[in-house]
Nanobody, 116 residues
Framework: QLQPVESGGGLVQPGGSLRLSCAASGLDRHIIGWFRQAPGKEREGVSC????????NYPDSVKGRFTISRDNAESTVYLQMNSLKPEDTAIYYCNAVSIVPSVSYWGQGTQVTVSS
């Protein structure tokens, strides 16, 4: 069973940057999504990347500021977050999706806090 492990969260000032990592053996065979959940809010997707890395997607709220990438040789997916805003504060989760069989794995999350 795949166990994604997120890392790289922390406290950063507005306008700052963080790079999150999601690692797991076998991650290279899964579509990966990054999600976030702020207190009192529903979990929302912030990016996803295809298995090959050729296709990525972002919602308008983070487009131009966040970049998802992957290193399949290292079974790791990254989320580079720039120009961070206080509203980006949330727990960030990595989700690995297999099409066949249809199964999804969640990591435990990493806290990102944007505050001065």
């Amino acid at each position: 069973q795949l166990q994604p492990v997120e890392s790289g969260g922390g406290l950063v000032q507005p306008g700052g940057s963080l790079r999150l990592s999601c690692a797991a053996s076998g991650l290279d065979r899964h579509i990966i999504g990054w999600f976030r959940q702020a207190p009192g809010k529903e979990r929302e997707g912030v990016s996803c990347i295809s298995i090959s890395g050729d296709s990525t997607n972002y919602p308008d709220s983070v487009k131009g500021r966040f970049t998802i990438s992957r290193d399949n040789a290292e079974s790791t997916v990254y989320l580079q977050m720039n120009s961070l805003k206080p509203e980006d504060t949330a727990i960030y989760y990595c989700n690995a999706v297999s099409i066949v069989p249809s199964v999804s794995y969640w990591g435990q999350g990493t806290q990102v806090t944007v505050s001065s």
